[in-house]
């Protein structure tokens, strides 16, 4: 019943065989594979072509879908030729294809072909943080009064989980102004010399919104979302702003249904502290 | 192991469509007559927006859950962290069939993102089977297999398709998601007889009928299952020899890039429905 088809010299094993198709359809060398394919009259060389093909154009799409705006300022043609080099390079670790892209912008900011566009690599952080606030849904605040359980001695360690939407994005070009015009049809000039960006993302409600932040406020919430226990978020804050005060961003925080959950940190404890006194960020 | 086969509702619409997040607005507001929704695993393992969407339709519409990532066919071990995901999908939709394909798509830690051909040996007849018990086992549930839509065939090859998946369903008591676009395309690419192919499957194994579009390739003669367009006539041909063949199984209309708008997909789900009622109207007539 079974049919004796002709054979190579030596028939591969599936793992062999395998590892032949995944370099074929990575760009690598094909005369392996293209030894075990039949041509069912066609070039066999074009039968397995026709997976590499698949592969790498619609990973480029995924990207273009997920990074409009970079595609936009480089053009199509030359996107095209960087998502390619970065699937090659970078080819899917997960089968959940909405995390493919994550490390797109570290990328962009080391592939060469783009140096003369030095915010491009930001421009995609930004653009990653966006997708990353327009699916991922979010979770039940945690109410201030959830604190009051801390006890003083151990405020200084406490660790808050922030909503899983949230990125903060850092860049030396004002990389929302790019942004937004280029999502426009007729793109206006951006002063590229404007300054920096310290940017919030989020999802609220059914829209993504975004945020820019005072250089203390986008160094404290960015070591909270870091797993920083508070006291070393305030340091860090404190580092760009010696005014800056614990009690208000705290009250910001619960206030914007920021944090999620709470824990005491008992790895971080080495870290030598500030004195927080929690009882002043009590919040009605 | 306890096999539990899911069964549609008592309805009479069985004709299906995928679920993608540009129609859930219209489904909702609309309430569209329809046998379910199936959705990709992969799509729904995480806590998004689109979960929410979904179990919130899950109310309304029966849904089936159709794994394209799980990597049936690879040489090595299955990843028990995504089958792990996959299991706790099913716990919480509770879908009425759940599926995957004969085909492979990783090796270590990358994912091809394609449903790879497998040569049909002993070997990966083996550890094709292998995979599925584990599968079914890990869901406590039998799950449906689909023929893959091919490119290629292996020179070492040595036993046909449709006898390989009968082997499985005989040796793991899967059942088969019959994509009858796969079959077309596959009969196109390698030139055998559609016919021939559905003949040789068993039929009381078939659980669900997959229709959908295709495409030639540009650079040579070679038929892609893209899911991108309107089915061709000689694909409807098709799902009516199957229909006649296998009975009325749920079908559904697969249609995954080149999103139409929602009432074009609606109105490909009615052409199948139609299909499948002149069907069983001619067996009971």
Same mark, same amino acid.
């Given at each position: 019943m079974r049919k004796n088809s002709p054979m190579p010299a030596a028939m591969p094993t599936l793992r062999e065989l395998q590892?032949?198709?995944?370099?074929?359809?990575?760009?690598?060398?094909?005369? &392996?594979?293209?030894? %075990?394919? =039949?041509?069912?009259? !066609?070039?066999?060389?074009? =039968?397995?072509?026709?997976?590499?093909?698949?592969?790498?154009?619609?990973?480029?799409?995924?990207?273009?879908?997920?990074? @409009?705006?970079?595609?936009?300022?480089?053009?199509?043609?030359?996107?095209?030729? %960087?998502?390619? $080099?970065?699937? =090659?390079?970078?080819?899917?670790?997960?089968?959940?294809?909405? &995390?493919?892209?994550?490390?797109?912008?570290?990328? !962009?900011?080391?592939? $060469?072909?783009? &140096? /003369?566009?030095?915010?491009?690599?930001?421009?995609? =952080?930004? $653009?990653?943080? !966006?997708?990353?606030?327009? /699916?991922?849904? $979010?979770?039940? @605040?945690?109410? @201030?009064?959830?604190?009051? &359980?801390?006890?003083? /001695?151990?405020?200084?360690?406490?660790? !808050?989980?922030?909503? @899983?939407?949230?990125?903060?994005?850092? /860049?030396?070009?004002?990389i929302d102004a790019i942004w937004q015009a280029n999502k426009k049809s007729e793109v206006p000039s951006v002063d590229l010399a404007s300054g920096d960006a310290r940017l919030e993302i989020r999802r609220t409600g059914d829209a993504v919104a975004w945020l820019r932040l005072d250089p203390a406020t986008f160094a404290f919430r960015t070591a909270l979302a870091g797993g920083l226990v508070l006291a070393a978020a305030m340091t860090a804050a404190t580092a760009q702003s010696p005014t800056f005060d614990l009690a208000t961003a705290i009250e910001q925080i619960f206030a914007g249904g920021f944090a999620v959950a709470y824990e005491l940190s008992s790895e971080q404890k080495s870290f030598q502290p500030h004195p927080v006194d929690l009882a002043r960020k009590e919040v009605s | 192991m306890a096999v539990v086969t899911a069964q549609l509702p008592a309805s009479s619409c069985s004709a299906g469509i995928g679920l993608r997040s540009?129609?859930?607005?219209?489904?909702?507001?609309?309430?569209?007559?329809?046998?379910?929704?199936?959705?990709?695993?992969? +799509?729904?393992?995480?806590?998004?927006?689109?979960?929410?969407?979904? #179990?919130? #339709?899950?109310?309304?519409?029966?849904?089936?859950?159709?794994?394209?990532? #799980?990597?049936?066919?690879?040489?090595?071990?299955?990843?028990?962290?995504?089958?792990?995901?996959?299991?706790?999908?099913?716990?919480?939709?509770?879908?009425?069939?759940?599926?995957?394909?004969?085909?492979?798509?990783?090796?270590?830690?990358?994912?091809? +993102?394609?449903?790879?051909?497998?040569?049909?040996?002993?070997?990966? #007849?083996?550890?094709?089977c292998h995979h599925v018990e584990e599968m079914q086992e890990a869901l406590g549930r039998r799950v449906l297999i689909e023929n893959p839509a091919s490119y290629l065939r292996y020179r070492h090859s040595s036993i046909p398709e449709a006898e390989f998946l009968t082997e499985v369903v005989y040796r793991t008591g899967c059942g088969i998601l019959c994509d009858v676009n796969n079959v077309y395309v596959s009969a196109r690419n390698f030139g055998f007889d559609p016919i021939i192919y559905l003949d040789a499957l068993p039929i009381e194994a078939i659980c669900e009928i997959h229709i959908a579009g295709h495409y030639t390739a540009e650079d040579v003669d070679i038929l892609i299952d893209d899911h991108g367009s309107r089915i061709a006539e000689p694909v409807w041909d098709l799902y009516v020899a199957a229909l006649r063949r296998f009975g009325p199984v749920p079908a559904l209309i697969e249609w995954d890039t080149n999103l139409p708008a929602l009432e074009i997909l609606l109105d490909e789900a009615r052409h199948a429905q139609e299909l499948a009622d002149a069907c069983c109207h001619a067996d009971t007539a």
């Open positions: 590892r032949q198709v995944h370099q074929a359809v990575l760009g690598g060398d094909t005369a &392996e594979i293209v030894a %075990a394919i =039949r041509g069912d009259g !066609l070039d066999p060389a074009a =039968r397995i072509g026709t997976y590499r093909n698949h592969f790498f154009a619609t990973l480029g799409g995924l990207l273009q879908v997920t990074f @409009p705006v970079v595609c936009r300022l480089v053009d199509e043609r030359f996107f095209a030729y %960087a998502a390619h $080099e970065y699937v =090659r390079q970078h080819p899917p670790r997960s089968r959940r294809l909405v &995390e493919y892209g994550a490390d797109f912008a570290d990328f !962009l900011a080391d592939f $060469e072909p783009c &140096e /003369s566009l030095p915010y491009l690599a930001d421009v995609a =952080r930004f $653009e990653w943080a !966006l997708n990353i606030a327009a /699916s991922v849904r $979010e979770a039940a @605040p945690l109410p @201030p009064q959830a604190l009051a &359980e801390v006890p003083t /001695s151990e405020a200084a360690y406490l660790v !808050l989980r922030l909503q @899983p939407s949230l990125s903060y994005v850092i /860049s030396p070009w004002p | 540009l129609h859930v607005a219209g489904i909702t507001a609309t309430q569209p007559r329809l046998g379910f929704l199936e959705v990709h695993a992969e +799509n729904y393992m995480a806590e998004t927006v689109a979960l929410d969407y979904l #179990l919130s #339709l899950r109310r309304d519409y029966p849904v089936s859950v159709h794994g394209v990532a #799980l990597s049936l066919g690879t040489a090595e071990q299955i990843d028990r962290v995504h089958l792990g995901r996959f299991k706790a999908l099913v716990e919480r939709v509770e879908p009425i069939l759940v599926s995957e394909h004969l085909a492979w798509s990783t090796i270590g830690e990358v994912y091809l +993102n394609d449903l790879l051909p497998l040569p049909y040996t002993e070997e990966s #007849l083996d550890l094709f």
